[in-house]
C-alpha cells in the first residue's frame, strides 16, 4: 500500500506518527545519536535514549527539540526523515502530504524551521496546526460548536492552554514548562537535598513511579540509585512522593497562573460554559497522579484527563488526515 497522508506529533520529549488505516505506527523518543567527528547518525528514538549519560566521547546523544520547537534543525531533520521512511516504506513511491503538530506559540522562523526539515526529510507538502487545536480533537471536544471549551495540553518541553470555540483558538497561553522541567526540579532538589547527582532518566522515571501534583497521607515510596557528591561513590537513596509534590510545585503554580491569565481574558460566555463543562488535561504530563485536584483546589474548576492523553495530539492529526481537503481551508497553516 502506498503511503499518501502522515500525521507526526513532534513533541519535545516523544514523536508519534499517525497513518490513515493503520494507526500510530511509531512511538519513540525524540531523541538522536551522532558519532563524532563526521556526525553519522548512530541511532533514533528509543535506542538513541538508551544511550543518554552512557555514551564514550566519540558519541553524543541531542534531544533535538526544546520547549517545543527545533534547537537542532539538521539534527531534527534527520530525525524526521528516520521516522518518515520507517512509516511509509522503502518503496513507496509518493512524498506524502504530512501535517505536524507545532506550539500555539511558535514564532515565524521556529514555522519556517519546522516546515523546511520536513520537506526536506522528503514530503511533498507540510500543514502545521497548532497543538492545543489537534489535543482537542483527538479528545473528542466539539471544537466547531458555538460553546467555550478549555485545554490544557502538557507535553515534556511546552504547556498549552487554549479556549476553543468555533473551530478557533479564542484566548491562549503557551508556557515553556511541562514535563522536562519537572525531571530538572527532581534532580536538583534531590541535588541539594540529599548531595545526591541523579541522570535526567533516573529523574524521569521517579516522576513517572511515584510523582505527584499535592501532598498526602498515603506517601508512595521509591528506592534510587546516584552518585554521592561529598564522596563521589555510588548510594542508595529512598524518596517518596510527598517530596516530589514539594520539588516541582513552583512549576505546577506557574502551569495555574497561565490557566487563570487565560481565564482572564476569555470572553465572559466562554468562561461561563468551562466552568459547567470543566477543563480537560491532555498530553503525557497530564498523567501526573492528583493533577486535576490541583486544579480544582487552585482555581474553582472542575478538571479532567482525556482518555489517552498523551496520544490526543497524534489523534487530532487522524482527524485532520481522514477530512484533510476541509481542514486545508479552516485549521491548517501551509506555506
Same mark, same amino acid.
Given at each position: 500500500?502506498?503511503?499518501?497522508?502522515?500525521?507526526?506529533?513532534?513533541?519535545?520529549?516523544?514523536?508519534?506518527?499517525?497513518?490513515?488505516?493503520?494507526?500510530?505506527?511509531?512511538?519513540?523518543?525524540?531523541?538522536?545519536?551522532?558519532?563524532?567527528?563526521?556526525?553519522?547518525?548512530?541511532?533514533?528514538?528509543?535506542?538513541?535514549?538508551?544511550?543518554?549519560?552512557?555514551?564514550?566521547?566519540?558519541?553524543?546523544?541531542?534531544?533535538?527539540?526544546?520547549?517545543?520547537?527545533?534547537?537542532?534543525?539538521?539534527?531534527?531533520?534527520?530525525?524526521?526523515?528516520?521516522?518518515?521512511?520507517?512509516?511509509?516504506?522503502?518503496?513507496?513511491?509518493?512524498?506524502?502530504?504530512?501535517?505536524?503538530?507545532?506550539?500555539?506559540?511558535?514564532t515565524s522562523t521556529e514555522h519556517r524551521a519546522v516546515m523546511n526539515a520536513a520537506k526536506e526529510a522528503g514530503a511533498k507538502e507540510v500543514y502545521l496546526?497548532?497543538?492545543?487545536?489537534?489535543?482537542?480533537?483527538?479528545?473528542?471536544?466539539?471544537?466547531?460548536?458555538?460553546?467555550?471549551?478549555?485545554?490544557?495540553?502538557?507535553?515534556?518541553?511546552?504547556?498549552?492552554?487554549?479556549?476553543?470555540?468555533?473551530?478557533?483558538?479564542?484566548?491562549?497561553? +503557551?508556557?515553556?514548562?511541562?514535563?522536562?522541567?519537572?525531571?530538572?526540579?527532581?534532580?536538583?532538589?534531590?541535588?541539594?537535598?540529599?548531595?545526591?547527582?541523579?541522570?535526567?532518566?533516573?529523574?524521569?522515571?521517579?516522576?513517572?513511579?511515584?510523582?505527584?501534583?499535592?501532598?498526602?497521607?498515603?506517601?508512595?515510596?521509591?528506592?534510587?540509585?546516584?552518585?554521592?557528591?561529598?564522596?563521589?561513590?555510588?548510594?542508595?537513596?529512598?524518596?517518596?512522593?510527598?517530596?516530589?509534590?514539594?520539588?516541582?510545585?513552583?512549576?505546577?503554580?506557574?502551569?495555574?497562573?497561565?490557566?487563570?491569565?487565560?481565564?482572564?481574558?476569555?470572553?465572559?460566555?466562554?468562561?461561563?460554559?468551562?466552568?459547567?463543562?470543566?477543563?480537560?488535561?491532555?498530553?503525557?504530563?497530564?498523567?501526573?497522579?492528583?493533577?486535576?485536584?490541583?486544579?480544582?483546589?487552585?482555581?474553582?474548576?472542575?478538571?479532567?484527563?482525556?482518555?489517552?492523553?498523551?496520544?490526543?495530539?497524534?489523534?487530532?492529526?487522524?482527524?485532520?488526515?481522514?477530512?484533510?481537503?476541509?481542514?486545508?481551508?479552516?485549521?491548517? +497553516?501551509?506555506?
Amino acid at each position: 500500500m502506498f503511503i499518501r497522508k502522515i500525521g507526526i506529533d513532534l513533541g519535545t520529549t516523544n514523536t508519534l506518527v499517525f497513518l490513515p488505516d493503520r494507526g500510530i505506527v511509531i512511538n519513540e523518543p525524540t531523541a538522536v545519536a551522532l558519532r563524532k567527528p563526521d556526525n553519522t547518525v548512530l541511532a533514533v528514538g528509543a535506542e538513541a535514549k538508551e544511550m543518554v549519560g552512557r555514551t564514550p566521547d566519540n558519541i553524543v546523544t541531542y534531544r533535538p527539540l526544546k520547549d517545543g520547537v527545533i534547537a537542532e534543525y539538521y539534527i531534527t531533520q534527520a530525525m524526521l526523515k528516520h521516522f518518515i521512511s520507517k512509516s511509509i516504506g522503502p518503496f513507496n513511491i509518493f512524498h506524502p502530504e504530512v501535517v505536524i503538530s507545532v506550539p500555539a506559540g511558535i514564532t515565524s522562523t521556529e514555522h519556517r524551521a519546522v516546515m523546511n526539515a520536513a520537506k526536506e526529510a522528503g514530503a511533498k507538502e507540510v500543514y502545521l496546526v497548532k497543538e492545543p487545536l489537534l489535543a482537542s480533537l483527538g479528545a473528542g471536544i466539539p471544537i466547531h460548536s458555538a460553546e467555550g471549551n478549555m485545554i490544557v495540553n502538557m507535553g515534556g518541553g511546552t504547556t498549552e492552554v487554549a479556549t476553543i470555540s468555533l473551530g478557533g483558538i479564542v484566548t491562549w497561553a +503557551s508556557l515553556r514548562v511541562a514535563g522536562n522541567r519537572f525531571d530538572q526540579a527532581i534532580g536538583d532538589y534531590i541535588r541539594k537535598k540529599y548531595a545526591l547527582a541523579i541522570g535526567e532518566n533516573t529523574a524521569e522515571n521517579i516522576k513517572i513511579s511515584i510523582g505527584t501534583a499535592i501532598s498526602s497521607r498515603n506517601k508512595s515510596e521509591m528506592k534510587i540509585r546516584g552518585r554521592d557528591l561529598p564522596s563521589g561513590l555510588p548510594k542508595d537513596l529512598i524518596i517518596n512522593s510527598n517530596e516530589i509534590a514539594e520539588a516541582i510545585n513552583s512549576h505546577l503554580v506557574d502551569i495555574m497562573n497561565s490557566v487563570q491569565s487565560v481565564f482572564n481574558v476569555t470572553p465572559p460566555e466562554l468562561a461561563a460554559d468551562i466552568m459547567e463543562k470543566g477543563i480537560i488535561l491532555s498530553g503525557g504530563s497530564s498523567q501526573l497522579r492528583e493533577l486535576p485536584e490541583f486544579f480544582k483546589r487552585s482555581l474553582g474548576v472542575s478538571a479532567y484527563v482525556a482518555e489517552e492523553p498523551i496520544l490526543c495530539v497524534a489523534k487530532g492529526t487522524a482527524t485532520v488526515l481522514n477530512h484533510l481537503d476541509v481542514y486545508k481551508r479552516t485549521l491548517l +497553516s501551509k506555506r
